[in-house]
């Protein structure tokens, strides 16, 4: 490489150190703030099962702000030998199962020109942070069914981050999910569901993605309900609608994740059920234009839109790689399910190390 693309690298890098670096210290100083708080609850709490509760939210908080503390330590690689993180993300590739070396809080950048993933994820956006428990408990009373939410199992983030994205799917048996014919474990989102995976979103992120401009969706011309023919959730026309028109904007309920740490504290925050849908429904695209992928999500129903299986039954499209907008392919009459083709925004895991 020539010097001059090297000093541009190591430029770059220091460059997004900074910015890293001031979001990570505003997260330290809210774990231990929070820290802080729990210890004092702890010490106060009157039933034992309260104080266990307390002990074990402190206890994680400890693990996330050791965590967090190796994160900012990290930076220094970033700035210095971008060439290292490089080699480092190739190497965990091969990586794959527990007892490998897999748990090393490296941050790895996917593409050998940083300084593209500045002006993409910064942007002078500011977030709170705040790792959520993993056993966060509540219940929310909606108009029609009390819905509990209720973390059932044993990942935290760091095992999430361990383990990643493929074995954490298998030990929630999200195959079965997935397959679940006949929509048993599929309950359409409540309003209160959608929020609750808002807040949990909002906790788990350190660093917001700014979301690319979108039209305005006047109006959806769309519902969403079950599908009686094996693919869990569907959405459908509400109206014929016209081919060319605008059916769906991404803007503002698609969220991303702009790397494994967050989508990881984010996913084993959620029970089984809400992990392996949101698992199922995530994916990546370039929504910048800059090379760069980021983890898209939708936390509203556009989540449901499926697949037509075959290119003469989609009949949604979008028009540009980068774009969150979907628009009608053909003209739709009312009643029919709304379907894309996956094989434009797909997800492979090991690109952001997942
Ligand atoms: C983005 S989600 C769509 C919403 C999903 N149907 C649900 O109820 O959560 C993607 C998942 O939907 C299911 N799916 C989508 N298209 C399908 C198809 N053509 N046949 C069977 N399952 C499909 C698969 O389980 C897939 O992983």
Request: hydrophobic fraction near 30%.
């Amino acid at each position: 490489k020539s010097t001059h693309e090297n000093q541009g690298r190591i430029i770059s890098n220091l460059s997004l150190a900074h910015h890293y670096f001031f979001h990570e210290i505003d997260f330290l100083a809210m774990q231990a703030m929070i820290l802080g708080n729990y210890h004092g609850d702890a010490d106060n709490a009157t039933s034992s099962s309260k104080r266990e509760e307390k002990i074990h939210r402190l206890r994680f908080l400890e693990k996330s702000l050791i965590i967090e503390l190796d994160y900012v330590r990290q930076l220094e690689k970033i700035a210095l030998d971008p060439d290292e993180i490089l080699y480092n993300a190739a190497a965990k590739e091969s990586c794959s199962d527990e007892t490998t070396e897999c748990g090393s809080d490296e941050i790895r950048f996917r593409r050998d020109t940083p300084g593209e993933m500045i002006t993409n994820t910064i942007s002078g956006a500011s977030w709170t942070s705040l790792v959520t428990t993993s056993k966060s408990e509540s219940s929310v009373t909606t108009s029609k069914s009390e819905f509990s939410y209720k973390v059932d199992h044993e990942y935290d983030y760091g095992r999430a981050m361990k383990r990643g994205f493929a074995l954490m799917y298998d030990d929630f048996d999200c195959g079965d999910h997935a397959r679940d014919q006949n929509n048993q474990n599929k309950p359409i989102y409540t309003p209160e569901m959608w929020r609750k995976l808002w807040e949990i979103y909002r906790d788990s992120t350190s660093f917001p993605y700014p979301i690319p401009k979108a039209h305005e969706c006047p109006e959806e011309p769309f519902y969403e309900a079950h599908t009686t023919d094996g693919k869990g959730r569907g959405i459908f026309a509400s109206r014929n609608i016209t081919k060319g028109s605008l059916v769906h904007t991404g803007h503002p309920n698609t969220v991303f994740f702009l790397d494994a740490k967050s989508w990881h504290r984010f996913v084993s925050s959620l029970p089984k059920m809400f992990a392996c849908d949101t698992m199922e429904w995530v994916w990546q695209q370039d929504v910048t234009n800059s090379g760069n992928l980021v983890l898209c999500l939708n936390l509203d129903k556009a989540a449901y839109f499926n697949d037509g299986g075959s290119k003469s039954k989609n009949n949604i499209e979008i028009k540009e790689p980068t774009s969150l907008d979907f628009y009608a392919a053909r003209d739709i009459q009312i009643g029919q399910e709304l379907l894309y083709d996956y094989s434009n925004l797909g997800l492979e895991t090991h690109l952001m190390d997942l």
